[in-house]
């Protein structure tokens, strides 16, 4: 019995000190618990709004983005159209283009013949101006350029002399035994090509008392033969003005 005294004894008074010190202890436990949950709700707060933070910082960035994408896009959007517009004039005025630069190639064409800077051939005569059979009967520049004459009046299209085109600058003259034309040395026998209407020209060289009856009455020896497709080069010297310009209208 004595045991057993004993044993409740020492039971109360460990249920005496729980019971004295319950209340301190919950408190201070749920103190703690309080503080550990406002710790973590204010951290987790803290994240949340910066998250926030972060979010609209991103979507004010993308926002400048998409301001600044819209504005290269209606830029690039002005210059294909700009560029569309002027494909579709082309396609529009094709067929008046083609029929200008048709029309251009033409006339550069002409001013090429006319200014002899381009090879030509067709249907004319070829003259052979060789010397005599005396001293006397030379062959002078100034025959040279009396059948050049003739030829043009009688409407020649195109004239070469040894092979060297004859245009409107070009100058036939006497240098000592030779004669030069175009500044390049030539001698007899003479050759001069002419294009032309070949029965025309024939008629206005050897007309009665013509330019061929007064170069034999020299002397000379002339031979005169129509040919149906001749070949003269073009003019290969210089083709510039120093002095002479357009004048004003």
């Known amino acids: 019995m004595e045991k057993d005294t004993k044993k409740t004894k020492k039971n109360n008074k460990i249920i005496e000190y729980l019971h004295k010190n319950s209340i301190p202890t919950y408190l201070s436990i749920g103190i703690s618990l309080f503080l550990l949950t406002v710790m973590i709700t204010a951290q987790v707060t803290t994240m949340n709004n910066s998250e926030a933070i972060l979010q609209g910082k991103r979507e004010s960035e993308l926002a400048d983005s998409l301001v600044i994408l819209q504005r290269d896009y209606d830029e690039l959007k002005l210059k294909y159209e700009e560029s569309q517009k002027i494909v579709e004039e082309y396609q529009t005025n094709s067929a008046t283009n083609d029929t200008l630069i048709a029309s251009m190639r ?28 005396t001293a006397d009967s030379l062959v002078h520049d100034s025959d040279v350029l009396t059948l050049v004459n003739e030829l043009r009046l009688a409407g020649a299209e195109a004239i070469s002399v040894n092979e060297q085109r004859i245009i409107t600058t070009s100058a036939i003259r006497c240098v000592g035994p030779v004669i030069q034309v175009n500044y390049q040395k030539v001698a007899a026998p003479f050759k001069i090509k002419a294009i032309g209407n070949a029965q025309y020209l024939e008629s206005a060289l050897t007309i009665k008392n013509g330019v061929v009856d007064v170069l034999k009455g020299y002397g000379l020896k002339v031979t005169l033969t129509r040919e149906t497709n001749i070949e003269i080069p073009k003019y290969d010297g210089a083709l510039s003005f120093n002095y002479a310009k357009q004048g004003e209208k």
């Open 106 to 133: 033409k006339q550069i064409e002409t001013l090429g013949l006319l200014a002899g800077t381009t090879d030509v051939q067709g249907e004319g005569i070829t003259i052979v101006l060789e010397d005599g059979n």
